[in-house]
């Protein structure tokens, strides 16, 4: 038996290294359907809302930006200056109150476009104005400011090293849209702001007009604490509620100020000044080191950061947090953390299989020591730096099947199937028997094979610049956005105009 057992494994080996003699065969770029957005303006998240959402809104790919568009000209949001300071605007206080808690704006792109001709841009302005701060209010701005400037991502203004940088184009970078997710039942989405704490929703139930610029959306958002960051956000399995990861201002999960914490609460709370961090509120995880990822199906949400955990949500009574565990010779031999995970379940709504992903982001002063007049071969000597960081790490795609839930140690043990070693895998998606991510650093689209007895990389696709997200569109298509961020510009890398700050669509093929 374990003789057949082997021959099984070869089989399914050679069968992969075969399909891979044809590695771009199953995916096909389409094109981009968006292109030359402004530094400022990166397009980041992104969700498929389908034919559910009428009043022209549904059957569309919905791509929140990474800051905050400021192309009416009556805008005063202030600026950075060249020394990366706050400069005054000339209507200080609505202006800073205006790009602290605007709306940020989506690109709608239908899901028959193949190229930008259709693609809209629908600016969210905040539909009630918030009133203007006060002192002390400011003063709480300011300090989110600062933990902005330290930990960045934020604009460059204009200098001598890198001449391309268009500082009249520049916003300051108050409001990346870390997190966002689309709830088909109530037809709207829910987004959280990463450095300001706050947490947004929209009713695309209701049609916006593009003509002046506004939309739909919900007057309040929920502060989750003051220099309290967002992170990925979810609705639960039946949309009642909404899962967010929050973390504080201290980066190093070990560390003794470290926040991070995984909290449910309901989606109309957002329409209030509820703080989510409210000690008499307990949150689901307290100490969520494994709070990163979040993953929901119809029967549970899990969670992935150094290990995983199945949450069923129950109303009225404790939520059960189920851990998983490592089986003999299956736990990672190198540290991990799991950013992005898919989870299958069976008909009875048990976990089966777990394919997640390990990645972190290493700065360029974490890995060597800059020039002052960083330039091409700067770039490439911190992209290989980067994927030798990456390797030691163990970054990559890891697969575990997961057992029947023991009643006795109150757990599910993973039982590790393979790992497929990648530089900075991002974002997964699964559709029948293809998984597909993409590989920031790597600059790649995988395809893997999950159907072989051993899955395996039957394909790739160079990108052509770093991405960001990936999702699953209408049918047999993918979109991805593409950027160059702050740290590549800061090792030599040049603005490419239209060829990055983009987003692409792809076809592929699945059995």
Same mark, same amino acid.
């Given at each position: 038996?374990?003789?057949m057992n082997y021959?099984?494994?070869v089989?399914?080996?050679?069968?992969?290294?075969l399909a891979a003699?044809?590695?771009?065969a199953?995916?096909t770029k389409?094109?981009?359907?968006?292109?030359g957005a402004?530094?400022?303006?990166?397009?980041y998240q992104?969700?498929?809302v389908?034919?559910?959402?009428?009043?022209g809104m549904?059957n569309?790919v919905?791509?929140a930006?990474?800051?905050?568009r400021t192309?009416?000209p009556?805008?005063?949001a202030?600026r950075?200056?060249?020394?990366?300071?706050?400069?005054?605007?000339?209507n200080?206080e609505?202006?800073f109150a205006?790009?602290?808690?605007g709306?940020?704006?989506?690109?709608?792109?239908p @899901?028959g476009?193949?190229?930008?001709?259709?693609?809209?841009?629908?600016a969210f302005?905040?539909?009630a =104005?918030?009133a203007?701060?006060?002192?002390?209010?400011?003063r709480?701005f300011?300090?989110?400011?600062?933990?902005l400037?330290e930990?960045g991502?934020?604009?460059r203004?204009?200098n001598?090293a890198?001449?391309?940088?268009?500082a009249?184009?520049?916003t300051?970078?108050?409001?990346?849209?870390?997190?966002?997710d689309y709830?088909a039942? !109530?037809?709207?989405l829910?987004g959280?702001l990463?450095?300001l704490?706050?947490?947004?929703?929209?009713n695309?139930n209701?049609?916006?007009?593009?003509?002046n610029?506004s939309g739909?959306c919900?007057p309040d958002?929920?502060a989750?604490?003051?220099?309290t960051?967002s992170?990925?956000?979810?609705?639960s399995?039946?949309?009642?509620?909404?899962?967010?990861?929050?973390r504080?201002?201290?980066? @190093?999960?070990?560390?003794?100020n470290a926040?991070?914490?995984l909290?449910?609460?309901?989606?109309d709370?957002?329409?209030?000044?509820?703080?989510?961090?409210?000690p008499?509120v307990a949150?689901?995880?307290?100490?969520?080191?494994t709070?990163?990822?979040i993953?929901?199906?119809?029967?549970?949400?899990?969670?992935g950061?150094?290990?995983?955990?199945?949450?069923?949500?129950?109303?009225?009574?404790?939520?059960d947090?189920?851990?998983?565990s490592?089986?003999?010779?299956?736990a990672?031999t190198k540290p991990v953390?799991?950013l992005?995970?898919?989870?299958?379940?069976?008909?009875s709504g048990?976990p089966t299989?777990i394919y997640?992903?390990?990645?972190?982001?290493?700065d360029p002063?974490e890995?060597m020591?800059? =020039?002052a007049a960083p330039?091409?071969?700067?770039?490439a000597a911190?992209?290989s730096a980067?994927a030798?960081a990456?390797?030691a790490f163990g970054?990559g795609l890891?697969?575990y099947d997961?057992?029947?839930y @023991?009643?006795?140690?109150?757990?599910?043990?993973?039982?590790?199937v393979t790992d497929?070693?990648?530089?900075?895998?991002?974002?997964?998606?699964?559709?029948g028997? !293809?998984?597909f991510?993409?590989d920031?650093?790597?600059?790649?689209l995988v395809?893997v094979?999950?159907?072989l007895?051993l899955?395996?990389k039957?394909?790739t696709?160079a990108?052509?610049?770093?991405s960001?997200?990936?999702?699953?569109?209408?049918?047999?298509?993918?979109?991805l956005?593409?950027?160059w961020?702050e740290?590549?510009y800061?090792?030599?890398?040049?603005?490419s105009g239209a060829?990055?700050?983009?987003?692409?669509?792809?076809?592929y093929?699945?059995?």
């Amino acid at each position: 038996m374990k003789v057949m057992n082997y021959k099984a494994v070869v089989l399914s080996v050679l069968a992969g290294l075969l399909a891979a003699g044809g590695a771009q065969a199953g995916i096909t770029k389409v094109g981009k359907v968006y292109s030359g957005a402004k530094p400022a303006d990166k397009p980041y998240q992104m969700v498929h809302v389908g034919s559910e959402v009428g009043n022209g809104m549904g059957n569309a790919v919905y791509v929140a930006f990474f800051a905050t568009r400021t192309d009416d000209p009556g805008n005063t949001a202030p600026r950075l200056d060249q020394n990366n300071v706050l400069e005054p605007a000339p209507n200080t206080e609505e202006g800073f109150a205006y790009d602290i808690t605007g709306y940020p704006a989506f690109l709608r792109i239908p @899901d028959g476009a193949n190229d930008a001709s259709q693609t809209q841009v629908w600016a969210f302005p905040a539909c009630a =104005p918030y009133a203007l701060p006060t002192a002390s209010e400011r003063r709480i701005f300011l300090d989110r400011v600062e933990i902005l400037e330290e930990f960045g991502p934020q604009p460059r203004p204009v200098n001598s090293a890198r001449p391309d940088w268009d500082a009249s184009t520049w916003t300051a970078f108050l409001q990346p849209l870390h997190g966002m997710d689309y709830s088909a039942s !109530r037809g709207e989405l829910v987004g959280g702001l990463t450095f300001l704490g706050k947490i947004l929703r929209w009713n695309l139930n209701v049609p916006g007009t593009m003509a002046n610029a506004s939309g739909v959306c919900n007057p309040d958002s929920l502060a989750v604490g003051q220099i309290t960051r967002s992170r990925l956000i979810k609705y639960s399995p039946d949309s009642g509620k909404v899962i967010a990861a929050l973390r504080g201002n201290e980066e @190093d999960i070990n560390d003794a100020n470290a926040l991070l914490q995984l909290r449910k609460f309901s989606p109309d709370s957002v329409d209030g000044a509820t703080n989510l961090l409210n000690p008499g509120v307990a949150p689901l995880i307290a100490n969520a080191t494994t709070g990163h990822a979040i993953y929901v199906t119809p029967h549970a949400t899990y969670t992935g950061g150094s290990g995983f955990r199945r949450i069923t949500l129950n109303n009225g009574t404790p939520d059960d947090v189920v851990d998983f565990s490592f089986a003999t010779g299956s736990a990672p031999t190198k540290p991990v953390s799991f950013l992005n995970m898919v989870v299958q379940e069976n008909a009875s709504g048990e976990p089966t299989r777990i394919y997640a992903l390990n990645s972190r982001d290493w700065d360029p002063d974490e890995l060597m020591t800059v =020039p002052a007049a960083p330039d091409a071969a700067t770039l490439a000597a911190y992209k290989s730096a980067f994927a030798t960081a990456a390797s030691a790490f163990g970054a990559g795609l890891y697969i575990y099947d997961v057992s029947a839930y @023991d009643p006795i140690n109150e757990e599910y043990v993973l039982t590790k199937v393979t790992d497929i070693p990648a530089v900075q895998p991002v974002e997964l998606v699964l559709d029948g028997n !293809r998984l597909f991510f993409n590989d920031r650093i790597g600059q790649e689209l995988v395809e893997v094979d999950v159907s072989l007895a051993l899955p395996a990389k039957v394909g790739t696709l160079a990108t052509e610049c770093l991405s960001s997200n990936l999702i699953k569109g209408a049918g047999k298509t993918l979109y991805l956005t593409s950027i160059w961020s702050e740290q590549l510009y800061s090792v030599g890398a040049t603005l490419s105009g239209a060829a990055c700050n983009a987003v692409e669509k792809y076809n592929y093929t699945s059995n």
